[in-house]
């Protein structure tokens, strides 16, 4: 029985270096995408958050100012 050797034993696959290489090429195209796509998202979400912010100070503002109203309103009803 011959002797089997580590090549022999684990075959290599048939494999196109230029195909690997394509392959690789769209592989970092890809990841320069999502990169650029995660850069603009992180920018968006802090845009959206800084907005959110504003939204919550000014509907703040609005129900201070509206419960003021109330009360005048009220004290003004008791002196009728």
Partial sequence: MP???P???Y???NFDLDTLEQQVEE???TCRQLR???ASLRTRQEHLVAERVE???KTELVRNR???MLSRLKSVEEEL
């Fill in 66 to 68: 509206v419960e003021t």
């Fill in 55 to 57: 939204l919550i100070e």
């Fill in 11 to 13: 075959p290599v696959p």
């Fill in 3 to 5: 002797e089997i050797t």
């Fill in 36 to 38: 650029e796509e995660n």
């Fill in 7 to 9: 090549w022999e034993a």
């Fill in 27 to 29: 592989l970092i195209r």
